[in-house]
């Protein structure tokens, strides 16, 4: 058993930690309701609950990454491994989990009235993390580092100037390097090779990555001309995705049963502007066939946001975090703000796809983005039904991006606890070491009151 502290305020837990890797083992061990009477789905969807909740310990952050990738981390500034819940995806055995971490560590700090993306341990290296639920303790099994071509760290640094952030130092006074390498994963799943597939927000893009971590090809949208990465770029994906929101890019990813995968951006495009992305409640699906590439996209309509959280007026907090695949070609589809989440159930149909057409040329106007009611316009929208609207059901915790079907009517949940930042300038001690949220790595469980 591992319990470490470092001076935090809150109560720390200890963690098991079965890791394959000697000194990882030594650490630890359909559409909204209309206003009124709630319809039959929506009574059905408040009847989910948790039954069961475990929690991740505390690993150093540092420790974590050194044994995978030795002399990457010279300081983690008191922060523990976190941001395990990007995504989830069922291993196959009883309990076990692939997740996979986001960029690291990072957060926002005004300098100057202007918002600046600060990174607090720039050397951390995403990683693909196996997991077991045990008891009321989720443990670490096995971490694979995500590496370039030639075995290196691709880290989770931004990658062009002009096109993402620019990234800083934990306090936003000094500036870091780009990184044509870097990759901000998120969704996961593992096909039938043992290889994985991962999807990225920066590009946005799709990443085929071998069983031991490395990257075997990152394909992106036609037109990105990203230069000097260390493993092969290949443009296959629609240019209409160049127009992604910063930090919004590809968030859920979902395999199908032939094989197939299914790309969610995470929030409506910026097309033609910022504007028109923050109103729009119309995001995009992509289907890619491991052998043909893209071979269809599809356009999802956000539920009202004030009806996926009621405390929310702000549309652009809707999000796509996670899709999950439940047989032939349905998704279940998570609509969520940072702390509220509902679930709907979707089919592929190929009367839906939009590929190819008036929709993918950024002259079009107006843009899908901004059409009102893309279904009025003949846009032909999927449609939906609601499964379980995560907010009502106790004991679920805000900011869920990992879902994954456990089996027919349970579903096991993990959250993004960003490694226990916060924003602002408050987010370090004068000393420079972490001052944590208390906000855990939670895997929940949610049994569902009808089958998927």
């Keep these: 058993m591992f319990s470490h502290t470092n001076g935090r305020r809150r109560v720390r837990r200890s963690v098991a930690v079965g890791v394959p890797l000697a000194v990882l083992a030594a650490l630890a061990t359909a559409g909204p309701a209309a206003a009124g009477t709630p319809s039959q789905a929506d009574r059905e969807a408040r009847e989910a609950r948790v039954t069961r909740t475990a929690t991740l310990g505390d690993i150093p952050l540092g420790a974590f990454s050194d044994a995978l990738l030795p002399r990457t981390v010279d300081d983690d500034r008191g922060v ?44 951390f290296d995403p990683a693909i993390v196996r997991i077991r639920v045990s008891g009321d303790t989720v443990k670490v099994l096995r971490a694979i580092p995500v590496t370039t071509s030639s075995g290196k760290p691709v880290t989770g640094l931004p990658n062009q100037a002009g096109r993402d952030e620019a990234p800083y130092s934990y306090n936003a006074l000094r500036p870091l390097p780009y990184n044509p390498n870097g990759l901000d994963t998120e969704g996961i799943v593992r096909a039938a090779d043992g290889t994985f597939w991962l999807v990225d927000e920066y590009g946005p893009s799709l990443v085929h990555v071998s069983a031991r971590g ?20 290949v443009e296959a994906l629609p240019a ?10 590809f968030e859920g990813l979902a395999q199908l049963p032939g094989g197939d995968l299914v790309l969610a951006m995470q ?31 599809y356009a999802y309509r956000f539920d009202p946001v004030n009806v996926v959280d009621p405390s929310e007026d702000d549309t652009s907090e809707l999000k796509i975090s996670s899709v999950v695949a439940v047989g032939g070609d349905r998704l279940l589809v998570e609509e969520r703000t940072d702390k509220a989440a509902r679930l709907h159930l979707v089919r592929l149909s190929r009367e839906a796809d939009i590929l190819g057409g008036p929709w993918d040329d950024d002259a079009t106007s107006p843009s899908l983005e901004q059409l009102d009611d893309p279904a009025a316009s003949g846009v032909p929208v999927l449609s939906k039904r609601l499964v379980v609207d995560l907010g009502t059901v106790a004991g679920v915790p805000g900011k869920i991006e990992g879902v994954a079907r456990v089996d027919h009517d349970t579903l096991a949940l993990v959250n993004d606890n960003d490694f226990g930042m916060t924003d602002g300038a408050g987010a370090f001690d004068a000393q420079g070491r972490l001052v944590d949220s208390g906000i855990e790595t939670t895997v929940t469980y949610v049994r569902l009151p009808r089958s998927v």
């Design 80 to 123: 523990d491994l976190g941001g395990i819940g990007s995504d989830v995806y069922p291993t196959g055995r009883k309990g076990e989990f692939w997740t996979v971490t986001d960029r690291g560590p990072n957060g926002q700090i005004k300098v100057g009235g202007t918002k600046r993306r600060t990174f607090a341990v720039p050397g």
């Design 214 to 233: 490395r990257v075997l090809t990152r394909y992106v949208p036609q037109g990105l001309n990203l230069t000097g990465a260390d493993y092969p770029v």
């Design 240 to 249: 209409v995705l160049l127009h992604r929101k910063i930090n919004r890019g």
């Design 267 to 297: 929030s409506p495009l910026s097309l033609p502007d910022t504007a028109a992305g923050e109103g729009s409640r119309t995001a995009r699906l992509l289907r890619f066939s491991p052998k043909k590439a893209v071979t269809a996209e």
